[in-house]
């Protein structure tokens, strides 16, 4: 049972429009997401968070959203650059858990110059 | 945030041989765990790596399959046993301090078993 789910496992976005990666869990004991972003041939490099005490997190380009209700997050990049190309993981944890993330499967987006 | 480094990059191996990679930390970090990515699927932990005592394996990954080793706060090894080729994936060391659990990962592992 996959408690993290990214439904689109590719996204296609111009250069310079928004780019939206969606994210939805089913485990109410999450309260910290996270999204990761993973190169070919590289590790995932950490991108951005958000505390389930929040329903925004912004970092320059990048912006989270959480629905707690829904048990949906997204992930909103403004502008899109080729350079985002990536596949894209969402994650999530139990706020002072010393242990694992669970991951979603990821969406690779391609942003087309 | 931490330099991980992951030794080897990629590897072929032999079905039933054993490799053994390496994760070594630029700085003293509190908990050091070890991932598996197989082909088209997400990252899955395998285990924690506890500093001076036995780690704490996941449902469906055992010792006598994923020895791990962590001698110290900067170092750790996962070691892939009698492989085959379903074993065939990337394996990650990642790393986290403090709270809350952001993890840093190294480049990975990308394993081949032939």
């Known amino acids: 049972d996959q408690q993290v789910k990214q439904n689109s496992p590719s996204l296609s976005v111009q250069e310079g429009r928004i780019s939206i990666l969606n994210c939805d869990y089913t485990?109410?004991?999450?309260?910290?997401f996270l999204w990761y972003k993973k190169y070919p041939a590289e590790g995932p490099t950490f991108l951005i968070s958000?505390?389930?005490?929040?329903d925004k997190n912004e970092d320059g380009r990048f912006t989270v959203f959480l629905n707690k209700s829904a048990k949906h997050l997204s992930l909103h990049i403004v502008p899109s650059q080729p350079g985002d190309s990536a596949v894209y993981f969402c994650a999530a944890s139990v706020w002072g858990s010393a242990r694992q993330l669970t991951f979603g499967s990821g969406t690779q987006l391609t942003v087309l110059p | 945030s931490a330099v991980i480094s992951q030794k080897p990059s990629r590897d072929i191996c032999q079905r039933g041989t054993s490799l053994t990679i390496q994760c070594q930390v630029d700085s003293q970090v509190t908990m050091m765990f070890w991932y598996r990515q197989q082909p088209g699927q997400s990252l899955t932990l395998i285990a924690t790596a506890n500093q001076g005592s036995e780690a704490t394996y996941e449902s469906g990954f055992v010792i006598d399959k994923f020895p791990i080793s962590r001698p110290n706060l900067t170092f750790s090894t996962l070691t892939v046993s009698n492989m085959s080729p379903e074993d065939s994936s990337i394996y990650l060391c990642?790393?986290?301090?403090?709270?809350?659990?952001?993890?840093?990962f190294g480049q990975g592992t990308r394993l081949t078993v032939v």
């Open positions: 485990n109410s004991m999450f309260d910290y």
């Open positions: 990642s790393v986290g301090q403090g709270l809350p659990t952001e993890a840093f």
């Open positions: 958000i505390s389930s005490i929040k």
